[in-house]
């Protein structure tokens, strides 16, 4: 598990895999409204603020929530040729601040369009969801959700899509009502990309071959070839490379890069 993980900042380093998406809020105004889904629209409300709380997060989303079944939506725009499902987790800062905000399931829904209707109530858009067995944050909190629950449906949302995520709470709009809002905030909301499908379609200009011990890339003149370890250690590179190359390497996984594109190769 740890290879994959440091092969996934490796290639993110390099600038490989630009597929991650994150939404930083920076760009937006304080105030800036964002839509929501729930019973009613005046159930809730996500608008950017600055960041209440110690850290760095500068904009964050600020959630206030008046009734169950209420969440926030963002517009995310999938990188070109890819679907929803070549993404495994949403990942964000969290921080639970007030009300009915303890002990929840935290839930990622998706939709094709502007979603309506009531958040965390239809199992068909639901991406995956995870169990916060917390009360109020004391700091902001560092949330990983996986997302593969969902495929088959995941696959069929490409190009912008809409992601509502966030909690059930009651609120002093519900038919039981709490004495108050929830409050919760949000920022440096990340969909990250799953890898191995992502290594699987980034095809080299030339053909690689390996032997025990070695690495050969025959590629087209003009070549610009570097060859790394898994550890993000440059092992080889030579520019305006061109014909057979033939590198000694150790045994072990590398990441061997030709122009612009990279194939993973496993050396005996
Ligand atoms: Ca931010």
């Known amino acids: 598990m740890k290879k994959i993980y440091t092969l996934i900042a490796f290639l993110f380093c390099l600038g490989l895999l630009s597929a991650q998406i994150t939404e930083d809020f920076e760009d937006m105004s304080i105030n800036t409204q964002l839509s929501g889904i729930g ?4 159930h809730i409300t996500a608008e950017i603020v600055a960041n209440p709380f110690s850290g760095s997060q500068g904009n964050v989303l600020q959630v206030t929530t008046a009734n169950y079944n209420a969440a926030p939506v963002l517009e995310i725009t999938l990188e070109a040729g890819t679907t ?5 987790s949403l990942q964000f800062q969290g921080y639970f601040a007030s009300g009915d905000i303890g002990w929840k399931t935290i839930y ?3 939709y094709p369009s502007v979603p309506t209707g009531q958040f ?3 199992e068909n858009v639901r991406l995956g969801e995870w169990e916060r067995a917390k009360g109020e ?4 909190e560092a949330i990983d959700i996986p997302i593969n629950q969902n495929d088959t449906y995941s696959e069929t949302l490409s190009g912008t899509i809409y992601i509502a995520f966030g909690i059930s709470a ?3 709009m519900s038919d039981n009502p709490a004495a108050e809002d929830a409050v919760w905030y949000a920022d440096d909301i990340t969909l990250s990309p799953d890898v191995s499908t992502f290594t699987k379609t980034i095809k080299a200009d030339a053909e690689i071959s390996t032997a025990p011990g070695n690495v050969t890339i025959a590629s087209k003149s003009g070549s610009n070839i570097a060859i790394y370890s898994l550890s993000g250690a440059k092992v080889f590179n030579q520019d305006n490379a061109g014909g057979n190359i033939s590198v000694n390497v150790a045994p072990g996984l590398y990441i061997v890069v030709v122009d612009n594109t990279t194939t ?3 050396v005996q």
């Open 264 to 266: 993973k190769v496993v």
């Open 120 to 122: 965390a109530n239809d």
């Open 137 to 140: 944050s004391s700091g902001w």
């Open 84 to 88: 929803l499902s070549d993404y495994n």
């Open 108 to 110: 990622v829904e998706a």
């Open 39 to 42: 019973w009613s629209p005046d």
């Open 170 to 172: 009651n609120g002093t």
